[in-house]
């Protein structure tokens, strides 16, 4: 009002208008299925080549993800009162150019969401809301920061992401801060506080433990090590040293790679002539394609082994190609030998009408898993609420791992794959092959001197 306003304009009462905008029903609910705003959850049409090794991602390489989904729960005939429920966000946060694996991740997601609705998990609808916030280790640390911001102020509860270890530690005070919880992929053992959860794509100590465990069961006692500078080189580094010392695993030779590594042959011609019988590496993945022509150069084919990052067999069928000769971390259990994983990916057949059978697939399953079971269990949908659900998640059925893996949570627990989790394959020929899950045994077992034969003491 203005001081021209008159007398009684200035004593009209103001009405308050509507703040925010009134939720909106799609129209798509069915009483007998949940069903989803899209078809499918990227601008992809044609897949990869469905004909292609089973292993490899199954999107296209500069694929983007639609941007909101709302996936409906089945109505089973009820019909609502007053205003439509407005859906309960979470979050995707995109942190890496996953190259053929987006569509793979966002279909999973949706995919979770639909069956947990479907089995009457929970009962409103919820939004989908994906961020492409690339960052580290190749991109600035503040558009991940920001990202995340970005689905807080959307208003998830949850959110699912990011993926790499340095985008994790880089998040973590951002996740406390903001009090909306965080269920990353890092194996990192330093990601952790009130709101960071991991759903872990590997554990980095247990990945160089392994290793080291590997090189000695195959008897190889010499290796050249390999470590990649970042969040994560530390504890590789350490905890291979460590165990490959525990084993009896002597390295000849230890490199520690920058950003842009050089002089792969020059190192590996090194290694060779010291008597290196095995090569370990542990990093990030993108040093692989060096390997590949350096191996190639020195016409070497050494046995090898490497962490999660042999993972990104699926990234591209460049990179799968990069990784011929490799063992490496997995999480895939032994094939056909995971219930919970072939019974998903018929169902993700049947739902996107095409085959997928890669790790993220059954990662993003998984995580998302957990994301609404965590909404389920809080008492009203809010982030300090989810955070408690989230805690509540016993022995959840994992498409991951073996068929003894399974997902728990606890109050200062956030790590949620138990058992066999972590698997080890070799990429030869082609071919993905299972090498075995990682079950360690006590020394003791095959060593004790109570197991040797008695003997008399000498008589004097």
Not at 4 to 24: G, M
Not at 37 to 55: A, F, H, I, K, Q
Not at 192 to 219: K, R
Not at 408 to 419: C, L, M, N, Q
Request: proline residues 6%.
């Amino acid at each position: 009002m203005s001081e021209q306003d008159s007398p009684q304009e200035r004593t009209a009462p103001r009405y308050a208008e509507r703040l925010f905008p009134a939720p909106v029903d799609h129209g798509i609910a069915r009483s007998d299925r949940a069903v989803s705003t899209v078809e499918r959850g990227t601008d992809t049409v044609t897949y990869n080549d469905p004909d292609g090794r089973w292993y490899e991602g199954g999107g296209r390489i500069g694929e983007k993800a639609v941007e909101s989904i709302v996936v409906y729960p089945p109505t089973r005939g009820v019909v609502s009162q007053g205003d439509p429920f407005e859906p309960v966000k979470i979050g995707i946060l995109v942190d890496m150019d996953l190259g053929q694996l987006l569509s793979d991740w966002v279909d999973s997601t949706i995919l979770a969401v639909e069956d947990a609705l479907n089995e009457g998990v929970y009962d409103r609808p919820v939004e989908i809301i994906t961020a492409d916030a690339r960052g580290l280790p190749r991109e600035n640390y503040l558009k991940v920061r920001r990202g995340y911001q970005k689905l807080v102020d959307d208003g998830c509860v949850v959110v699912l992401g990011p993926m790499i270890s340095d985008n994790s530690l880089n998040l973590m005070d951002t996740a406390n801060r903001t009090g909306v919880s965080c269920i990353g992929w890092t194996g990192s053992v330093k990601f952790a506080g009130d709101y960071c959860f991991t759903v872990a794509n590997g554990d980095i100590p247990t990945e160089s433990v392994m290793g080291a465990n590997w090189c000695a069961q195959q008897g190889h006692t010499k290796v050249g090590f390999f470590w990649e500078k970042g969040s994560s080189g530390d504890t590789y580094s350490d905890y291979f040293r460590t165990a490959a010392q525990n084993v009896g695993v002597e390295i000849v030779k230890e490199v520690s790679l920058g950003p842009n590594p050089k002089n792969f042959q020059e190192h590996l011609e090194t290694m060779r002539a010291q008597g290196a019988e095995a090569i370990v590496y542990m990093g990030y993945g993108y040093s692989t394609f060096r390997f590949a022509q350096a191996f190639k150069a020195l016409d070497w084919d050494p046995p090898r082994f490497m962490g999660t990052a042999f993972m990104f067999y699926s990234n591209s069928n460049a990179w799968a190609e990069g990784l011929e000769g490799w063992h490496g971390v997995d999480q895939l259990g032994e094939d056909g030998a995971n219930p919970n994983y072939e019974a998903m990916v018929r169902r993700f057949e049947a739902r996107f009408g095409r085959v997928t059978r890669n790790v993220v697939v059954a990662l993003g399953y998984d995580t998302a898993r957990a994301a609404i079971h965590g909404i389920a269990n809080a008492t009203i949908p809010t982030p300090e609420e989810v955070r408690l659900g989230l805690e509540k998640i016993k022995w959840m059925p994992c498409t991951n791992g073996g068929p003894g893996a399974y997902i728990t949570f606890a109050p200062y627990d956030h790590r949620g794959y138990k058992g066999d989790f972590l698997t080890i394959r070799e990429l030869r020929g082609g071919e993905l092959h299972f090498r075995g899950y990682y079950r360690p045994q006590w020394p003791s077992n095959t060593q004790s001197p109570l197991l040797a034969p008695q003997t008399k003491p000498d008589e004097d």
